[in-house]
C-alpha cells in the first residue's frame, strides 16, 4: 500500500526492500545514531534459509509478519543479537514481563505483571536508552502485521504503541520515514498509519494508545 500522493512504499514488504537497498550499501553501518549497532554483523548478511522461511511461524502458532520474513530472507544476525532465537535455530519469545525484567531489572518487570499476559510473545528490537522497542505477536492488522511498543520506565512505567509493524520500525529506523513525534504513541495521528494503528489500539490496549502504571 502507499501512501496518496507519493510513489514511495511506505507499507509491507515494499518498505522492507527499500530498508535493504539502504543497507546494502553498508551493511556494516549503526543502525541508530545514538549507539553503535550494525545492521549486520560483520558487514556479512546471513539470512535465513528460503525453506526454513518458508514454513517458520512464532510458538503461538501465528505466522510471521510478511516484513519479518523479508528481513530474515536478508539476515538474521540483527535479530539474533536481541536473543530473538533458541540454541536451536527456533524463535524464542519472552512475555513482557519477562522482557522488562531482563533489561531493566526485576523490580520494573514485577510491575508488568498484571497486563503481560496480553503481551505472552515478545521479541526484543534495537533503540532506547532509558525505554525499550519491541515487537509483540497480538492479532495481526490488515497488512499481516505486529505491533512494535515502546516501554518506559523514566518516569511512571509505561507501555505504548510505537509503529504498526516491524515494516514502519525499519522504515524509520533507516532514515526512509521521517516521524517527528513529540511522544511514543505519536504515530496515531499520522494519516499514514492511523489505520493501522487504531487497530491494534482496540486489540492490544481496549481502544487506548497505551497502558501507564498502575495498570
Not at 537497498?21 to 546471513?46: F, I, K
Request: glycine share 10%.
Amino acid at each position: 500500500m502507499l501512501t496518496e500522493g507519493t510513489d514511495d512504499a511506505v507499507h509491507g514488504v515494499a518498505l522492507v526492500e527499500r530498508v535493504i537497498e539502504v543497507v546494502r550499501q553498508n551493511p556494516g553501518a549503526s543502525a541508530l545514531s545514538y549507539a553503535d549497532v550494525p545492521w549486520v554483523s560483520g558487514g556479512v548478511a546471513r539470512p535465513m534459509a528460503a525453506d526454513a522461511a518458508a514454513v517458520a511461524a512464532f510458538p503461538s502458532g501465528r505466522p510471521l509478519s510478511p516484513s519479518l520474513r523479508a528481513w530474515l530472507g536478508y539476515d538474521t544476525s540483527l535479530l539474533e543479537r536481541y536473543d530473538w532465537f533458541d540454541a536451536d535455530g527456533g524463535l524464542a519469545p519472552r512475555r513482557l514481563d519477562e522482557l522488562v525484567a531482563d533489561e531493566l531489572g526485576d523490580m520494573w518487570g514485577d510491575l508488568y505483571t498484571l497486563i503481560a499476559d496480553r503481551f505472552p510473545e515478545c521479541f526484543l528490537l534495537p533503540g532506547g536508552s532509558d525505554s525499550r522497542r519491541l515487537l509483540a505477536v497480538t492479532e495481526p492488522d490488515r497488512e499481516g502485521e505486529y505491533p512494535v511498543l515502546a516501554v518506559d520506565v523514566d518516569d511512571l512505567p509505561f507501555v505504548g504503541l510505537m509503529y504498526p509493524g516491524f515494516d514502519v520500525y525499519l522504515g524509520n529506523t533507516a532514515g526512509l520515514i521521517e516521524h517527528e513525534y513529540e511522544s511514543y504513541t505519536g504515530l496515531m495521528d499520522d494519516p499514514r498509519y492511523t489505520r493501522r494503528m487504531h487497530h491494534h489500539a482496540a486489540r492490544s490496549f481496549g481502544g487506548d494508545s497505551c497502558f501507564e502504571y498502575p495498570f
